[in-house]
Protein backbone atom coordinates (compact mmCIF):
# COMPACT_ATOMS: atom_id res chain seq x y z
CA UNK A 1 0.00 0.00 0.00
CA UNK A 2 2.85 2.09 0.80
CA UNK A 3 4.02 1.50 -2.81
CA UNK A 4 1.08 2.30 -4.60
CA UNK A 5 0.53 5.53 -2.92
CA UNK A 6 4.19 6.77 -3.30
CA UNK A 7 3.78 6.19 -7.03
CA UNK A 8 0.32 8.02 -7.27
CA UNK A 9 2.17 11.08 -5.47
CA UNK A 10 5.13 11.09 -7.17
CA UNK A 11 3.62 11.02 -10.25
CA UNK A 12 3.08 14.43 -11.43
CA UNK A 13 6.10 16.33 -12.50
CA UNK A 14 5.28 20.02 -12.70
CA UNK A 15 5.37 20.57 -9.02
CA UNK A 16 7.61 23.83 -8.77
CA UNK A 17 9.72 24.48 -5.44
CA UNK A 18 9.89 28.55 -4.31
CA UNK A 19 11.57 30.28 -2.35
CA UNK A 20 10.50 31.65 1.11
CA UNK A 21 8.06 34.68 0.73
CA UNK A 22 6.52 37.08 4.29
CA UNK A 23 3.73 37.84 1.44
CA UNK A 24 3.08 41.04 3.71
CA UNK A 25 1.34 42.67 0.49
CA UNK A 26 -1.12 39.95 0.85
CA UNK A 27 -2.38 40.97 4.61
CA UNK A 28 -2.84 44.93 3.38
CA UNK A 29 -6.89 44.60 3.00
CA UNK A 30 -6.75 41.74 5.80
CA UNK A 31 -9.22 43.00 9.09
CA UNK A 32 -7.35 43.78 12.16
CA UNK A 33 -3.96 44.87 10.58
CA UNK A 34 -4.83 48.21 10.96
CA UNK A 35 -1.77 49.28 8.50
CA UNK A 36 0.78 48.35 11.33
CA UNK A 37 3.20 46.63 8.77
CA UNK A 38 7.02 46.38 9.89
CA UNK A 39 9.28 49.00 8.04
CA UNK A 40 11.63 47.65 5.33
CA UNK A 41 13.93 45.28 6.71
CA UNK A 42 12.10 45.12 9.81
CA UNK A 43 10.49 42.09 11.68
CA UNK A 44 8.28 40.29 9.54
CA UNK A 45 7.94 36.88 11.35
CA UNK A 46 7.68 38.75 14.66
CA UNK A 47 4.43 40.56 12.75
CA UNK A 48 2.87 37.54 11.59
CA UNK A 49 3.35 35.66 14.92
CA UNK A 50 1.68 38.41 16.72
CA UNK A 51 -0.81 39.00 14.06
CA UNK A 52 -1.72 34.94 14.11
CA UNK A 53 -2.43 35.31 17.91
CA UNK A 54 -4.44 38.31 17.22
CA UNK A 55 -6.37 36.65 14.50
CA UNK A 56 -7.31 33.47 16.65
CA UNK A 57 -8.44 35.61 19.52
CA UNK A 58 -10.45 37.71 17.25
CA UNK A 59 -11.54 35.40 13.84
CA UNK A 60 -15.17 36.38 14.05
CA UNK A 61 -13.89 39.30 12.83
CA UNK A 62 -11.19 38.07 10.03
CA UNK A 63 -13.70 35.53 8.75
CA UNK A 64 -16.52 38.46 8.65
CA UNK A 65 -17.89 39.34 4.96
CA UNK A 66 -20.30 40.89 3.04
CA UNK A 67 -22.76 38.70 1.52
CA UNK A 68 -22.37 39.08 -2.31
CA UNK A 69 -24.97 41.08 -4.48
CA UNK A 70 -24.43 39.68 -7.85
CA UNK A 71 -25.63 36.02 -7.19
CA UNK A 72 -26.56 34.37 -10.32
CA UNK A 73 -26.94 30.81 -12.13
CA UNK A 74 -25.39 30.17 -15.27
CA UNK A 75 -24.87 27.23 -18.29
CA UNK A 76 -21.81 26.17 -18.88
CA UNK A 77 -19.97 23.51 -20.96
CA UNK A 78 -18.28 20.69 -18.25
CA UNK A 79 -14.58 21.69 -18.61
CA UNK A 80 -11.73 19.22 -17.11
CA UNK A 81 -9.36 22.01 -16.00
CA UNK A 82 -6.00 19.57 -15.61
CA UNK A 83 -3.30 20.00 -12.81
CA UNK A 84 -1.28 16.72 -13.49
CA UNK A 85 1.95 16.65 -15.65
CA UNK A 86 0.19 13.54 -16.92
CA UNK A 87 -3.24 14.32 -17.01
CA UNK A 88 -5.17 11.78 -19.46
CA UNK A 89 -8.71 12.18 -17.83
CA UNK A 90 -11.53 14.04 -19.62
CA UNK A 91 -14.33 15.72 -18.98
CA UNK A 92 -17.87 14.52 -19.83
CA UNK A 93 -19.76 16.12 -22.97
CA UNK A 94 -22.70 18.46 -22.31
CA UNK A 95 -23.70 21.55 -19.90
CA UNK A 96 -23.97 21.84 -16.40
CA UNK A 97 -25.29 24.41 -13.72
CA UNK A 98 -22.89 26.84 -12.08
CA UNK A 99 -23.59 29.51 -9.36
CA UNK A 100 -20.94 32.68 -10.26
CA UNK A 101 -20.88 35.10 -7.68
CA UNK A 102 -18.13 37.76 -7.13
CA UNK A 103 -16.04 36.67 -3.87
CA UNK A 104 -15.73 39.11 -0.79
CA UNK A 105 -12.21 38.85 -0.79
CA UNK A 106 -9.89 40.38 -4.02
CA UNK A 107 -7.25 38.87 -5.22
CA UNK A 108 -4.86 40.60 -8.01
CA UNK A 109 -6.44 37.37 -10.13
CA UNK A 110 -9.94 38.46 -11.67
CA UNK A 111 -10.50 35.00 -12.51
CA UNK A 112 -9.78 33.98 -9.37
CA UNK A 113 -12.29 36.51 -7.39
CA UNK A 114 -15.06 34.83 -9.73
CA UNK A 115 -16.40 31.92 -7.43
CA UNK A 116 -17.71 29.14 -9.03
CA UNK A 117 -20.26 26.55 -7.58
CA UNK A 118 -21.64 23.37 -10.13
CA UNK A 119 -24.88 22.99 -9.04
CA UNK A 120 -27.31 19.75 -8.79
CA UNK A 121 -30.53 20.84 -7.27
CA UNK A 122 -33.34 18.88 -5.77
CA UNK A 123 -36.27 19.28 -3.70
CA UNK A 124 -36.37 19.92 -0.19
CA UNK A 125 -34.81 21.96 2.39
CA UNK A 126 -31.75 20.36 2.46
CA UNK A 127 -28.14 20.99 0.80
CA UNK A 128 -24.11 20.47 1.02
CA UNK A 129 -21.60 21.94 0.09
CA UNK A 130 -18.74 20.08 -1.53
CA UNK A 131 -15.11 21.39 -0.94
CA UNK A 132 -12.80 19.03 -3.27
CA UNK A 133 -8.78 18.19 -2.51
CA UNK A 134 -6.03 20.60 -3.24
CA UNK A 135 -5.12 20.57 -7.04
CA UNK A 136 -8.38 19.09 -7.77
CA UNK A 137 -9.54 19.25 -11.52
CA UNK A 138 -12.93 20.93 -12.46
CA UNK A 139 -14.99 17.17 -12.69
CA UNK A 140 -13.91 15.77 -9.37
CA UNK A 141 -16.48 15.08 -6.33
CA UNK A 142 -19.18 15.72 -9.33
CA UNK A 143 -20.63 12.54 -9.10
CA UNK A 144 -21.16 13.03 -5.48
CA UNK A 145 -24.13 15.39 -6.97
CA UNK A 146 -26.75 12.89 -8.25
CA UNK A 147 -26.05 10.27 -5.66
CA UNK A 148 -27.04 12.67 -3.04
CA UNK A 149 -29.65 14.17 -5.48
CA UNK A 150 -31.14 10.44 -4.85
CA UNK A 151 -31.32 11.20 -0.75
CA UNK A 152 -33.25 14.49 -1.19
CA UNK A 153 -30.10 16.27 -0.63
CA UNK A 154 -28.90 19.36 -3.09
CA UNK A 155 -24.90 20.05 -4.00
CA UNK A 156 -23.20 22.64 -4.78
CA UNK A 157 -19.58 21.57 -5.77
CA UNK A 158 -17.38 24.56 -4.92
CA UNK A 159 -14.69 25.40 -7.00
CA UNK A 160 -11.52 26.35 -4.11
CA UNK A 161 -9.20 29.91 -4.47
CA UNK A 162 -7.01 28.98 -7.54
CA UNK A 163 -8.60 25.61 -9.08
CA UNK A 164 -10.03 24.36 -11.45
CA UNK A 165 -11.70 27.72 -13.34
CA UNK A 166 -10.21 30.06 -10.78
CA UNK A 167 -6.96 28.73 -11.44
CA UNK A 168 -4.54 32.20 -13.11
CA UNK A 169 -3.03 31.02 -16.40
CA UNK A 170 0.35 31.35 -14.64
CA UNK A 171 -0.02 28.52 -12.73
CA UNK A 172 -0.18 24.94 -13.70
CA UNK A 173 -1.12 23.80 -10.85
CA UNK A 174 -3.19 25.11 -7.97
CA UNK A 175 0.24 26.40 -6.13
CA UNK A 176 -0.95 29.42 -4.70
CA UNK A 177 -3.31 28.04 -2.27
CA UNK A 178 -0.81 26.46 -0.23
CA UNK A 179 2.89 27.73 -0.76
CA UNK A 180 5.71 29.28 0.64
CA UNK A 181 4.31 32.46 0.10
CA UNK A 182 3.02 32.80 3.85
CA UNK A 183 0.87 35.60 3.51
CA UNK A 184 -1.02 34.06 0.03
CA UNK A 185 -1.65 30.86 1.63
CA UNK A 186 -3.64 32.28 4.96
CA UNK A 187 -5.45 35.08 1.84
CA UNK A 188 -6.31 32.22 0.14
CA UNK A 189 -7.91 30.27 2.84
CA UNK A 190 -9.72 33.69 4.40
CA UNK A 191 -11.21 33.54 0.69
CA UNK A 192 -12.14 29.90 0.98
CA UNK A 193 -14.21 30.34 4.28
CA UNK A 194 -15.53 33.58 3.08
CA UNK A 195 -17.17 32.38 -0.78
CA UNK A 196 -17.97 29.05 1.31
CA UNK A 197 -20.07 31.29 3.77
CA UNK A 198 -21.34 32.94 0.47
CA UNK A 199 -22.54 30.09 -0.51
CA UNK A 200 -24.75 29.12 2.22
CA UNK A 201 -26.38 32.79 2.03
CA UNK A 202 -27.51 31.85 -1.52
CA UNK A 203 -28.59 28.70 -0.43
CA UNK A 204 -31.01 29.93 2.83
CA UNK A 205 -31.95 32.42 -0.63
CA UNK A 206 -33.43 29.70 -1.95
CA UNK A 207 -35.22 27.77 0.84
CA UNK A 208 -32.41 25.07 1.87
CA UNK A 209 -31.88 26.47 5.38
CA UNK A 210 -30.46 22.09 6.79
CA UNK A 211 -26.89 22.53 5.24
CA UNK A 212 -23.55 20.64 5.32
CA UNK A 213 -20.42 20.51 4.07
CA UNK A 214 -18.43 18.01 2.48
CA UNK A 215 -14.54 18.43 2.19
CA UNK A 216 -11.64 16.59 1.32
CA UNK A 217 -7.97 17.01 1.97
CA UNK A 218 -7.46 20.90 2.10
CA UNK A 219 -11.18 21.09 1.35
CA UNK A 220 -11.60 19.62 4.77
CA UNK A 221 -9.63 22.09 6.69
CA UNK A 222 -11.45 24.85 4.30
CA UNK A 223 -14.68 22.98 5.96
CA UNK A 224 -13.80 23.42 9.27
CA UNK A 225 -12.73 26.52 9.63
CA UNK A 226 -15.87 27.86 8.20
CA UNK A 227 -18.36 25.60 10.33
CA UNK A 228 -16.15 26.71 13.56
CA UNK A 229 -17.42 30.39 11.85
CA UNK A 230 -20.74 29.76 10.63
CA UNK A 231 -23.77 27.81 12.81
CA UNK A 232 -25.22 26.95 10.03
CA UNK A 233 -23.46 24.18 9.15
CA UNK A 234 -24.68 21.55 11.06
CA UNK A 235 -23.49 18.31 9.66
CA UNK A 236 -19.34 18.32 8.56
CA UNK A 237 -17.65 15.25 6.64
CA UNK A 238 -14.49 15.61 7.30
CA UNK A 239 -12.88 13.43 4.60
CA UNK A 240 -8.96 13.59 5.75
CA UNK A 241 -8.21 15.38 8.72
CA UNK A 242 -5.34 16.92 10.45
CA UNK A 243 -4.66 19.18 13.12
CA UNK A 244 -2.31 22.17 11.83
CA UNK A 245 -1.60 23.47 8.16
CA UNK A 246 2.09 23.71 8.90
CA UNK A 247 2.54 20.14 10.19
CA UNK A 248 0.81 18.64 6.91
CA UNK A 249 2.91 20.82 5.37
CA UNK A 250 6.50 19.06 7.06
CA UNK A 251 5.17 15.67 7.12
CA UNK A 252 3.21 15.04 3.86
CA UNK A 253 3.93 13.86 0.58
CA UNK A 254 2.43 15.95 -1.36
CA UNK A 255 3.54 18.86 -0.42
CA UNK A 256 7.31 18.04 -0.08
CA UNK A 257 8.38 20.78 -2.44
CA UNK A 258 6.98 23.58 -0.66
CA UNK A 259 8.64 22.51 2.65
CA UNK A 260 11.82 22.55 0.43
CA UNK A 261 10.98 25.77 -0.21
CA UNK A 262 10.95 26.64 3.23
CA UNK A 263 13.86 24.64 4.92
CA UNK A 264 16.08 26.10 1.74
CA UNK A 265 15.29 29.55 3.61
CA UNK A 266 15.86 28.03 7.27
CA UNK A 267 12.18 28.16 8.02
CA UNK A 268 12.01 25.64 10.86
CA UNK A 269 8.08 23.76 11.46
CA UNK A 270 7.60 24.67 14.95
CA UNK A 271 8.14 28.45 13.41
CA UNK A 272 5.70 27.84 10.36
CA UNK A 273 3.18 26.26 12.72
CA UNK A 274 3.03 29.33 14.27
CA UNK A 275 3.30 31.58 10.67
CA UNK A 276 0.00 29.40 9.59
CA UNK A 277 -1.91 29.34 13.15
CA UNK A 278 -4.91 31.27 12.24
CA UNK A 279 -5.92 29.03 9.25
CA UNK A 280 -5.21 25.66 11.18
CA UNK A 281 -8.10 23.62 12.87
CA UNK A 282 -6.35 23.05 16.39
CA UNK A 283 -6.58 26.82 16.60
CA UNK A 284 -10.47 26.69 16.80
CA UNK A 285 -11.57 23.31 18.25
CA UNK A 286 -12.91 24.99 21.13
CA UNK A 287 -14.81 27.43 19.09
CA UNK A 288 -16.07 24.80 16.66
CA UNK A 289 -17.89 22.91 19.61
CA UNK A 290 -19.41 25.77 20.65
CA UNK A 291 -22.26 25.19 18.73
CA UNK A 292 -23.87 21.88 18.38
CA UNK A 293 -22.84 19.84 15.15
CA UNK A 294 -22.79 16.06 14.05
CA UNK A 295 -19.52 15.22 12.26
CA UNK A 296 -17.77 12.69 10.55
CA UNK A 297 -14.01 12.25 10.57
CA UNK A 298 -12.74 9.65 7.63
CA UNK A 299 -9.04 9.21 7.75
CA UNK A 300 -6.34 6.48 5.68
CA UNK A 301 -4.83 4.03 7.31
CA UNK A 302 -1.67 4.21 5.38
CA UNK A 303 -1.66 8.07 4.44
CA UNK A 304 1.65 9.39 3.69
CA UNK A 305 -0.32 13.09 3.02
CA UNK A 306 -1.91 13.17 6.22
CA UNK A 307 -0.44 11.27 8.38
CA UNK A 308 -2.62 8.85 10.58
CA UNK A 309 -0.58 10.34 13.88
CA UNK A 310 -2.18 13.54 13.11
CA UNK A 311 -5.10 12.30 12.19
CA UNK A 312 -5.45 10.93 15.48
CA UNK A 313 -4.50 13.90 17.26
CA UNK A 314 -7.44 15.92 16.07
CA UNK A 315 -9.55 12.86 16.74
CA UNK A 316 -8.57 13.62 19.88
CA UNK A 317 -9.06 16.94 20.29
CA UNK A 318 -12.58 16.64 18.75
CA UNK A 319 -13.88 14.08 21.74
CA UNK A 320 -11.95 16.13 24.54
CA UNK A 321 -13.88 18.97 23.33
CA UNK A 322 -17.76 16.91 23.22
CA UNK A 323 -17.55 16.71 19.27
CA UNK A 324 -20.56 14.67 18.17
CA UNK A 325 -18.25 12.51 16.11
CA UNK A 326 -18.16 9.48 13.97
CA UNK A 327 -15.17 8.07 12.84
CA UNK A 328 -13.87 5.83 10.09
CA UNK A 329 -10.39 4.57 8.78
CA UNK A 330 -10.16 3.51 5.26
CA UNK A 331 -7.81 0.72 4.82
CA UNK A 332 -5.92 2.27 2.37
CA UNK A 333 -3.59 5.74 1.80
CA UNK A 334 -4.48 9.06 0.89
CA UNK A 335 -4.64 9.15 -2.90
CA UNK A 336 -5.58 5.48 -2.90
CA UNK A 337 -8.67 6.45 -1.23
CA UNK A 338 -9.70 8.01 -5.09
CA UNK A 339 -8.78 4.35 -6.40
CA UNK A 340 -11.10 1.27 -6.71
CA UNK A 341 -12.42 -0.29 -4.31
CA UNK A 342 -11.55 2.60 -1.96
CA UNK A 343 -13.37 5.69 -3.47
CA UNK A 344 -16.61 3.77 -3.06
CA UNK A 345 -16.10 2.95 0.56
CA UNK A 346 -14.90 6.24 1.30
CA UNK A 347 -18.55 8.09 -0.90
CA UNK A 348 -20.56 4.97 1.70
CA UNK A 349 -19.70 6.48 4.93
CA UNK A 350 -19.71 10.12 3.50
CA UNK A 351 -23.42 9.64 1.47
CA UNK A 352 -24.70 7.45 4.43
CA UNK A 353 -23.66 10.11 7.27
CA UNK A 354 -25.28 12.80 5.34
CA UNK A 355 -28.48 11.60 4.33
CA UNK A 356 -28.68 10.62 8.23
CA UNK A 357 -27.85 13.76 9.64
CA UNK A 358 -29.18 16.47 7.57
Request: glycine share 6%; hydrophobic share 40%.
Amino acid sequence: MYAWETRLTTRDTNRVVRPLEWGLDWARRWPLVNGNFPSPGGDSERFLHDLNDKIVANSDEFFAYQTPTDFRLETRKIELFPTGSNASEKAPKGDGIFLRFTSPVRTPYPENDLVNARWFETGGRRAVIILPHWNANGIAYNALGPLLNRFGISVLRMSKPYHDIRRPAEIERSDYAVSSNICRTIDAARQAIVDLRSCIDWLYQQGKDEVGVLGTSLGSCYAFLAAAHDARLRACAFNHASTYVADVTWTGQSTRHVREGLERDGLTLDRLRQAWLCISPMAYVKKFAQSPKKCLMIYAKYDLTFIPELSRQAEAAFRENGIDLKTVVLPCGHYTTGETPFKYMDAYHMVRFLAKNL
